[in-house]
């Protein structure tokens, strides 16, 4: 036991952590570390004293990236691997699973479901974000709607799951498949078909989850092309056998058939002692319209309890009311035990775009620390009726972005010049704070659909109750364009610059427009910090410090000041020493930061963004940090790669 862990044990007596402070944790089953998602492992070789002296150890490349290979969607490498025995597991974004010895980096085996590579996947990007272990079985989701189990001995198929090795996910799903006539309905005109077709509605981009003898899927959805897409399923199937056990499906019977999504795309949480299931839900379709979903949808945008052996809900809390900002709940839910008055408490941890922390009692669904009703803007569109409040965390600590508002007073430039810019260009869009609803005119999202704590996470440190979390600070024009000039424009051409062409939303009277809100140098027109690093004890509710977070590599390659952060998509590492790794920034680079004060340690450059979450493991006594580093986060394709990196001490 190392010095900081006996010190927080004998100072903690009174409370669970000295266990937690005890135990070596040598495993990393899956892509967070443990079923709880908490981003942590105690192993304490590399530490604050001597992480500068990292070097690394070996490089892997997957040749699955879409600058090699002819893809309809860009690649995005966001995986994070597993450690089974002495291998590290991973997905590729073309959903092939390759084993490699941990200490040398050597492929030992793989395996390639074929994935149709010319078909457009709905979520915009190739992404596969790990495997799950069970035994000595590997589960990993394809984006065309296969489960998949192999031997992680040897990579070859299970025969004794599904149909030698595989369950159709997509069996049984309602809503997947519209044909002509369907689309006709909704008015698609011949012409925007071929198009449609092309799309694969619902896929599979994030991680099985494992508890008992289940294995439990979400989904991701084009949930912005219709209006009466699939709803969000949540599945468990037996681990053995492949069998379906039980569904929940998150949309009302009112408006099944009607309106689709509220899917978990977000990872999904296990507490074996309490036999939970934790997921946390995405927006009804359409994203940015919800007058055709006037009642209420509880299981949208909320985190839920479900029973892990029935799959009903025991507690559930909706954590953005009437979702039409597609403020999703991306971030995987996260489990700790925290002292509660005394008393140490299971809590579950939901992080959000909006930049909040929500912790609540994971048995009772509590509130843990206090929540308020906020008045938000009210929607101009006809027929929309916006939720006329929000739930906010009550104390700032837990408001990561610090309650930060952008209008034309605070718009933000480089120069004087795009400050100008900004400025006119905001003067002529809805700027009415948080929760400002999509408008004809184009409406200001600030944070962006992207911002705040995304599917990355938080990590959380046992030994000391220390929650970090890294967010993201950008803006969004979000825009409905009435369908008869939608159709005049087209629904591939980009209207207000890269990133801009129309979405279209069909079923709805309107499609949608949305894109970063940046100033003519490609630079967020809202002031710097773009990227945080933020620390909260929480036993005493404090926020303990706040560090802008990574830099952006622009302009043939100069790298912004790191005091203006950098927006982040990916988690974070929490170790047993004390450390805290991430990539995550438009840097490519990884860095390490102290836990008790958040000063930068050691940084190292990286051949390619890292959009994943670092994780951590031992073999031969050996500590090692390893991370994917293959662009992402609307990387433009030259800079694009398919790295898995690993570094040790020498």
Known sequence: MTFRKLFYCFSLLSSTVCAFATVQQTAWPTPTGNRGGQHYSSLDQITPANVDRLKKAWEFHTGDVSTKVKTENPTTFETTPVLYKKSLIFCTPFNRVIALNGATGKEMWSYNPHLDLSRYYGQSYLICRGVALWKNRVFTSVQDGRLIALDADTGKLVASFGQDGVVDLNKGVPNLNISPDEYAKLGVTPDVQPLAHNIVPVSYSSVPAVINNEVIVGSSMADNYYQNIAPGLVRAYSAETGKLLWTFNPIPKIYQNKIGAANTWAMIATDPKNQLVFIATSSPSIDYYGANRKAPIPYSTALIALNAKTGKVVWSQQLVHHN???????????????????????????????????????????????????????????????????????????????????????????????????????????????????????????????????????????????????????????????????????????????GSNLVPAYGSPYAMQRYLFTSPLGVPCNSPPWGNLTAINLETGKRLWQVPAGAVKKWFGIRTPSRWGSPTIGGTLVTGSGLIFIGAGLDARLHAYDLQKGKALWETNLPAVASATPMTYSVDDKQYVVIAAGGGMGSPNDLLGDSIVAYTLP
């Open 324 to 498: 039409i900002y597609d403020y999703d709940l991306a971030a995987q839910p996260t489990l700790a035990t925290i002292p509660v008055q005394g008393q140490p408490t299971p809590v579950v941890i939901e992080a959000t775009k909006t930049g909040f922390i929500f912790v609540f009692n994971r048995l009772t669904g509590k509130p843990v620390f206090p929540i308020v009703e906020k008045p938000v803007p009210v929607s101009d569109i006809p027929g929309e009726v916006t939720s006329p409040t929000q739930p906010f965390p009550a104390d700032a600590a837990f408001r990561l972005l610090n309650d930060r508002v952008l209008n034309p007073s605070t718009a933000w430039g480089l120069t004087p010049l795009d400050r100008y810019w900004c400025k006119h260009k905001m003067e002529s869009l809805r700027t009415d704070g948080l929760f400002t609803p999509a408008s004809l005119k184009g409406s200001i999202a600030f944070p962006f659909s992207g911002g705040g704590v995304n599917w990355g996470g938080v990590a959380y440190d046992p030994n000391t109750h220390t929650l970090i979390a890294n967010s993201s600070a950008a803006a969004q024009v979000v825009r409905l364009i009435p369908r008869a000039q939608a159709d005049k424009i087209g629904y591939s051409k980009q209207t207000d610059g890269p």
